[in-house]
């Protein structure tokens, strides 16, 4: 006798949508900033206005400049000059 073949499995989908900048992830991006001595309120209106596939907590944006400043859960998005101009300018 054949063995049936297994259906495969769907990948889970997310709990909720990932929210991006500039194409990096946003945790990644607010890595960057808290590296960069962002403070809340400016990472929270570029963040707010650059960013896709939904909206970050108040928390998660502190956390992520902390995570920065710390160098801690992973690397900070590569970010280059060009949108650092611009993530700068839609700060202010």
Known sequence: MAKAKKTPKKPAAAARPRVTVLGYSAMAVLRWMGAHGWDVAAATKAIEALGEGGKLKASSI??????????????????????????RRTAK
Not at 63 to 83: E, F, H, Q, Y
């Open 62 to 87: 502190a956390t992520g400049l902390s995570d920065g400043r710390s160098g801690k859960w992973g690397a900070p998005a590569p970010v280059t000059v060009a949108n650092a101009r611009r993530l």
